[in-house]
């Protein structure tokens, strides 16, 4: 959630935040109202307690009449007292329930507009020009079948469409994947993690899923349990209702984990093979920083994300995504699409999202920094990065390295993970 006093104070930067978003800009002044009446319900109640207070030490000291009044005086202040905490009561769980719909301000940066209106920042690779090389490039799912890596068949049969099955060198591909991506986090300082995939809905509401992406969320309704679409949320809520010492920033985790997606509103779009799938595996990394540190941070993660895109021999580009396409936790984000050869464009494989303190004030993480008594707790910034959504990057690489005889030349920096092997070869018929 945002911060209240940035609400107060610049009311018209969060209206504006809410305009890019696309989202309700009334929201703001309903929010702005609630939070009046919690603050002057929450003074009434205080001054109508010490009125009590006080009348309590009078009473057994008066007499007569003025002991009379004064009782008569402390049940009508009993009955205004119990009202004005009813009231307070009221007004906070509004104020509440309105900070937590309203999304993180947007950075000032951001480029405003909808899914189109992204900022190219950069381009790296070239795509691969297969009509100079003479030969028609089969897509993944053609390649999947002949490298016997990928069943879609079989898994419709048992689960229904948008599942796969990894078969043969396609598990041992995912695998590869998952243990150089975890490899290179953790050479990078990250704490590697396995994560839950169930979590609790405080988890889930805390790291900003149950708002505009709750539609595309799994709930498990007799356990009241959410399946994780990403060990983002695992990950922000590890350290929930904690303090943390500003000498152990930054706290950086890599966490591997299935994800479940209800992909609500993509039908008719990526039918055809693993693109856009119901179950996938990710490797996700996750910062807990200073908020002063965040930018810095998020361009780290950026340039892990752009270190493994790169080792993986993937043409790529980089955008800052627009503003109506952000996702309610995040002030910014920046997406790597890689060139996907059958599709003839750019498909995002990572992203990046700097939240703020957004997440953290949702889920009480704070820090602690300053000296001697000037040590206080505040809100810490959180950020995440994909460096690998496993199908994604499977039909990137598929498609990018393959072979006129249906082969793939393996990625040099999962060789070590495939036996040394080199090539992902046909399957004999």
């Not at 920042?121 to 089969?138: C, I, K, M, W």
């Not at 930054?250 to 984990?257: E, I, K, N, Q, V």
């Not at 856009?276 to 993660?301: C, G, I, N, T």
Request: glycine residues 8%; negative net charge; charged residues 30%.
């Amino acid at each position: 959630m945002i911060d209240l006093r940035l609400l107060r104070e610049d009311p018209d930067r969060v209206r504006a935040s809410q305009r890019a978003r696309g989202e309700d800009v009334g929201l703001v002044d309903a929010l702005l109202s609630a939070d009046e009446r919690r603050r002057s319900s929450s003074s009434r109640f205080d001054e109508l307690r010490a009125e009590q207070k006080q009348l309590g030490k009078l009473i057994p000291r008066a007499q007569g009449e003025e002991k009379q009044e004064l009782l008569r005086r402390t049940g009508e202040l009993s009955a205004a007292v119990k009202a004005a905490d009813a009231a307070q009561d009221e007004a906070a769980a509004e104020t509440q329930a309105l900070l937590l719909r309203l999304a993180n301000v947007v950075h000032p940066e951001v480029p405003v507009g909808g899914e189109d209106d992204f900022t190219l920042l950069e381009t790296v690779g070239t795509p691969r020009d297969f009509a100079a090389e003479g030969f028609e490039p089969r897509d993944h799912l053609e390649l999947g079948r002949i490298l016997g890596a990928i069943d879609t068949e079989r898994a419709a049969k048992v689960s229904g469409s948008r599942f796969y099955y990894l078969t043969g060198v396609g598990a041992l591909l995912e695998l590869a994947l998952v243990n150089a991506a975890i490899a290179q986090a953790t050479a990078a300082g990250f704490t590697p993690m396995l994560t839950p995939a169930l979590v609790k809905p405080r988890a889930m509401e805390g790291t900003g899923f149950l708002g505009q992406a709750a539609e595309d969320v799994y709930y498990l309704e007799r356990d009241d349990f959410y399946l994780v679409g990403t060990s983002e949320v695992t990950l922000a809520a590890y350290h929930m209702d904690e303090i943390i010492e500003a000498d152990r920033l930054p706290l950086r985790y890599a966490g591997f984990s299935p994800c479940f997606r209800r992909e609500a509103g993509s039908h008719g779009k990526d039918t055809r093979g693993i693109i856009r799938v119901h179950q996938f595996d990710k490797v996700e990394m996750f910062s807990y920083v200073a908020p002063e540190d965040a930018e810095a941070e998020h361009a780290r993660l950026l340039d892990w994300e752009k270190q493994w895109l790169s080792a993986l021999g993937l043409a790529y580009r980089v955008i800052d995504v627009a503003s109506g396409d952000l996702g309610a936790s995040a002030a910014r984000k920046y997406d790597c699409e890689a060139w996907i050869p059958t599709q003839g464009k750019y498909r995002e494989l990572t992203s990046t999202s700097n939240c703020g303190e957004f997440q953290a004030r949702r889920l009480s993480v704070r820090m602690r920094d300053g000296q001697g008594q000037k040590k206080a707790a505040r809100p810490l910034a959180t950020l995440n990065g994909t460096l690998c959504a496993v199908p994604r990057t499977i039909v990137a690489i598929l498609e990018t390295h393959q072979q006129p005889d249906g082969s793939v030349a393996v990625p040099e920096v999962l060789r070590p993970y495939l036996g040394g092997r080199e090539l992902l070869e046909p399957v004999a018929k």
